[in-house]
Structures are given as C-alpha cells and as structure tokens.
C-alpha cells in the first residue's frame, strides 16, 4: 500500500489547526477548527483506501480483486454530510450569539462560577473543623 506523505504531512497539519481552533473562546474560530477537522478525517479516510483499481460494477472479464473497495468513499460522503450539518448548526448558534449579544465569544457561567467558590468554602470550613476537632482529641 503507497500512501502520500505530502497527503499524511497535510492531514498533520490540519488536524493540529483544527484542534487548536476547537480550544479557542470565540465560537467562529470552533467553526474553523470543526470544518479543517472534518477536512483532515476525509483526508485520512482517502490515504486508506489502498491501491486505485477500476469501478466496483460487476461485469465479464474484471475480477473483485482488480475492484476499488468502495466502502471508504460511502464514508468520505457521509462525513461529508455529517460535517456539512453540523456547520450549519454552528453557524445558526453564531448567529443568535451575534444578534444577541454583539459577540461571538462563549464565556464563563457566573452561576457556575459562585457555586464553586461555595463549595471550596464549604470545604474549607469542613476541613478547618475537622482539623479542631482532632487537636482537643490531642489536648485531653
């Protein structure tokens, strides 16, 4: 089996692109990442597909071996498709952020944030109780 290291080094490329996209805060930048992501795995599946033969219709005088899997191309379409929907979800979620709030940037939820200062307090709290408690334990 040939694989391409020009398709290989690409492939590289545009997954590392992608997943440092995907970690960004603004959501068109997550957009970039997932369309060069979905790009690198069509990729991948083209490197995998083996040796080029001739189409796989049955006829007189071709045998299966000499046949084209066509298994990695019906997977290549529907990443494709995949891709193309989820695209068009994210962009549907840009643009409510955009007409909402004039910003594309996915933040940090306040609440969340609140409850998990409590919770180390509480923590803290429990902690420093239990530590007392041991130290009049030793004191007796």
Excluded: C, H, Q
Aim: aromatic share 6%; charged share 25%; glycine share 6%.
């Amino acid at each position: 089996m040939n694989i391409s290291l020009v398709l290989v080094a690409i492939m590289v490329v545009l997954y590392a692109s992608g997943i440092y996209l995907l970690l960004e805060r603004s959501m068109t930048r997550v957009l970039l990442g997932f369309l060069l992501v979905g790009n690198a795995t069509n990729l991948l599946l083209i490197t995998m597909v083996g040796k080029v033969g001739s189409a796989p219709i049955v006829e007189d005088g071709v045998s299966a071996a000499d046949m084209t899997d066509p298994m990695p191309e019906a997977l290549i379409l529907t990443a494709i498709v995949i891709t193309f929907g989820v695209s068009a979800f994210l962009m549907a979620l840009i643009y409510r952020s955009w007409r909402l709030e004039r910003d594309d940037d996915v933040d940090d939820d306040v609440d969340d944030v609140a409850l998990r200062e409590e919770e180390v307090a509480e923590l803290g709290e429990t902690l420093e109780s239990t530590t007392e408690d041991s130290e009049f334990g030793a004191s007796r």
